[in-house]
């Protein structure tokens, strides 16, 4: 087993295909295929299943990843710790981030952090849905929301304020609600896995989860806020989603007593990310420049 086998093993399971890494890394499809073949012949285990539409990775093989990237960025930090030449940040990152979240907050600070770092390289994949860092080859998820238990390493980048609102001709015909539990005689315009459950609100000092009902679910919160303007119904979404809407007055925020909790703001990665030089200053720099944007 060589270095080289471990960096071209790692660039297959970031980019998903032999060839998509072939590429990333200057190579021949064809030696990428016979160098993960060797690497699986000599430590006698499957990394890979192979069909001819798709390419995933084994357990094993999510395993080995981890190892191999630590080994890899061991050897990185090595480099950088000797070389004078080689100070500069640099290395190739796949992220996820929330898809408006990302948009309209996350979008203008990493092309900021990359012209401060010409020499890494991002791939950035807007989704709404929680991806398996380790089995797509992510190195870095930012995620909104209540975290589930897992191995990987969390670290919080701030908190971001919700509001319920809906639009003043909404309130026209509707008539307005005094209490969260008068949202059952009205619309309300759901936001995914929360809008199957109910909304959690606060009242008399306590959270209580309070069935609400309504013409539209989406996971997407732009399809939610332009329904709520539009007069569709009653809405609860982050601020920064709504917070133009509401400035302009198309969206008014009501149950004011009552408002949810904030959700929490996290960036979440591989246990062996943890020594990363990289991963450390870039979401340094996000929680400093989050926070001048009052996202805390």
Not at 24 to 46: H, P
Not at 67 to 77: F, G, K, P, V
Not at 99 to 126: R, T
Not at 206 to 222: A, C, H
């Amino acid at each position: 087993m060589q270095i080289e086998d471990l960096r071209i093993f790692v660039a297959v399971v970031k980019a998903g295909n032999f060839t998509a890494a072939a590429e990333q890394l200057l190579l021949s499809k064809q030696y990428v295929s016979r160098r993960m073949a060797a690497l699986e012949a000599s430590l006698s285990v499957r990394l890979l299943n192979r069909n001819t539409r798709k390419l995933s990775v084994t357990e094993s093989g999510q395993l080995f990843a981890q190892h191999a990237q630590r080994i890899l960025d061991d050897i990185e930090e090595a480099e950088r710790a000797v070389s004078p030449k080689r100070q500069a940040l640099q290395g190739s990152y796949r992220i996820s981030i929330p898809m408006s979240f990302g948009i309209s907050h996350l979008s203008p600070l990493i092309a900021e952090f990359l012209q401060q770092n010409p020499a890494i390289q991002f791939q950035v994949e807007l989704v709404d849905r929680y991806v398996d860092l380790v089995g797509e080859g992510f190195d870095i998820a930012i995620r909104i929301g209540n975290l589930a238990d897992s191995s990987l390493v969390a670290r919080r980048l701030g908190q971001l304020k919700r509001v319920i609102c809906c639009s003043p001709g909404y309130l026209e015909r509707r008539g307005t609600p005094e209490t969260p539990d008068d949202l059952l005689q009205h619309d309300c315009l759901r936001y995914g896995r929360e809008g199957q459950n109910g909304w959690e609100l606060e009242r008399h000092g306590k959270l209580r989860i309070f069935d609400v009902r309504g013409p539209v679910l989406s996971n997407n919160g732009e399809v939610l806020r332009d329904a709520a303007i539009s007069g569709l119904g009653i809405v609860l979404l982050p601020e920064f989603i709504v917070g133009p809407a509401l400035e302009n007055g198309s969206l008014v925020q009501i149950l004011d007593a009552f408002q949810p909790g904030s959700l929490s703001l996290h960036a979440l990665y591989p246990q062996h990310r943890q020594r990363s030089e990289v991963t450390r200053v870039f979401l340094d720099f996000l929680q400093e420049r989050l926070k001048a944007q009052r996202v805390s």
